[in-house]
C-alpha cells in the first residue's frame, strides 16, 4: 500500500507494511484481548452542572507574627557576623590606618 503525500515543492512516497503477529494463535497477540472497554459503566459520566468556582482563602495574621521572627533571626546572623567588641572599655572607635606614600 502507498500514500502519496504533495504540495508545491515536493513529492513524498511512504511504504507502509501491514504486520501480522509473530504467531496468530498466541492468546497474547489476539486483538480481542487488548481493546479499550466501550461498555456504558466503562466511559465517564457527564457532568450536569459546574462545580462551583473556588472560595478565596481568608489572609491570616501570621504574616505579621512571621515578619516579627524574620527581624529577630537577622539581629542574630548580624550578631553572628559581625560580632560586638570583646573590649567594652573602650568608647573611642581604632583609629584610621594611614596611608603614607609619599
Known amino acids: 500500500m502507498q500514500h502519496f503525500?504533495?504540495?508545491n515543492f515536493?513529492?513524498?512516497?511512504?511504504?507502509?507494511e501491514e504486520k501480522t503477529p509473530?504467531?496468530?494463535?498466541?492468546?497474547?497477540?489476539?486483538?480481542?484481548?487488548?481493546?479499550?472497554p466501550t461498555s456504558e459503566e466503562h466511559q465517564i459520566p457527564e457532568l450536569?452542572?459546574?462545580p462551583p468556582a473556588?472560595?478565596?482563602?481568608?489572609?491570616s495574621f501570621s504574616?505579621?507574627?512571621?515578619?516579627?521572627?524574620k527581624i529577630v533571626e537577622d539581629k542574630?546572623?548580624?550578631?553572628?557576623?559581625?560580632?560586638p567588641d570583646q573590649d567594652s572599655s573602650s568608647s573611642t572607635p581604632p583609629?584610621?590606618?594611614s596611608s603614607s606614600m609619599e
Open 63 to 69: 504574616t505579621d507574627v512571621n515578619e516579627s521572627k
Open 5 to 7: 503525500l504533495a504540495d
Open 10 to 16: 515536493s513529492k513524498l512516497t511512504i511504504n507502509v
Open 22 to 36: 509473530p504467531n496468530a494463535d498466541d492468546p497474547l497477540f489476539d486483538p480481542e484481548t487488548c481493546r479499550t
Open 95 to 97: 583609629p584610621k590606618p
Open 76 to 83: 542574630e546572623i548580624i550578631q553572628i557576623i559581625f560580632p
Open 54 to 59: 473556588p472560595k478565596k482563602r481568608k489572609g
Open 48 to 50: 450536569l452542572s459546574c
